[in-house]
């Protein structure tokens, strides 16, 4: 399974959680554009914690599967490396069975855990011999529940109405004003702003005061339904 944190057109960040030892997107795919930018890294750091614990945890259960196999024979039939004779050398089948019993006895017991947990198996005993299970993993609280979509792009002319509208196109355009030739042509000439754009981030923290990131959603939700 790929863990990937994007996904569709424009991209989507999907929140990975581990449940019963799986990964799982428990939770929708949120809108990257619109969540403060701590928020973003958050959830990008959380995915490659989940993608990280399943890689180790495959790991671990690819080597329990070969370790559990008849042991293969230390060395096999080869050819001396100089002379071409032929010779016992050493068996890759035996070395890799070998570094299979070997990462299985260095298996944190956390992933041990983990892994008897996809399983479907006990973890433990209790103290009269019975099987011990873990109870099922509970859905994540989604901290974003009942949050309104957010525009991904608008076009220059809703942009610049509602920023006119709600007082902020002179500010914008005196932001505009101070950027290198170059970056004035690219605004000016944009058909569209998007909302995660670096120009949308500078232009926000410039006006005075900043406006927060769900400042800047309403701005966008607004100008979405402009004509």
């Keep these: 399974m790929h863990i990937d944190d994007h996904y569709s057109d424009p991209p989507l960040l999907r929140r990975w959680h581990l449940i019963d030892g799986r990964p799982v997107c428990a939770l929708p795919a949120v809108e990257p554009w619109a969540l403060p930018a701590l928020d973003v890294a958050g959830i990008i750091a959380e995915n490659a914690v989940v993608r990280t614990t399943v890689e180790i945890v495959e790991a671990y259960e690819?080597?329990?599967r070969l370790s559990a196999t008849e042991e293969p024979p230390e060395t096999v039939t080869g050819s001396d490396p100089e002379t071409g004779a032929p010779a016992q050398v050493e068996n890759p089948d035996h070395?890799?069975?070998q570094a299979?019993?070997?990462l299985v006895a260095a298996t944190d017991p956390t992933i041990v855990e983990l892994a008897k947990i996809r399983a479907g198996e006990p973890i433990d005993e209790d103290a009269e011999?019975?099987?011990v299970y873990v109870e099922p993993d509970a859905l994540p609280a989604d901290p974003y529940s009942g949050m309104q979509p957010v525009p991904h792009a608008v076009t220059?002319?809703?942009a610049r109405v509602a920023l006119a509208q709600a007082g902020m196109l002179p500010e914008i355009d005196a932001h505009i004003a101070t950027l290198d030739a170059?970056?004035?042509e690219a605004v000016n000439r944009a058909t569209v702003w998007e909302?995660?754009?670096a120009f949308i981030l500078a232009a926000s923290a410039e006006l005075d005061p900043p406006l927060s990131v769900e400042e800047v959603?309403?701005?966008f939700r607004f100008a979405e339904d402009i004509p």
């Design 62 to 64: 690819a080597a329990l």
């Design 95 to 97: 070395v890799a069975w």
């Design 100 to 102: 299979a019993i070997d």
């Design 129 to 131: 011999g019975n099987p």
């Design 156 to 158: 220059a002319r809703q």
């Design 182 to 184: 170059v970056e004035q």
């Design 195 to 197: 909302r995660g754009s």
């Design 217 to 219: 959603n309403a701005l």
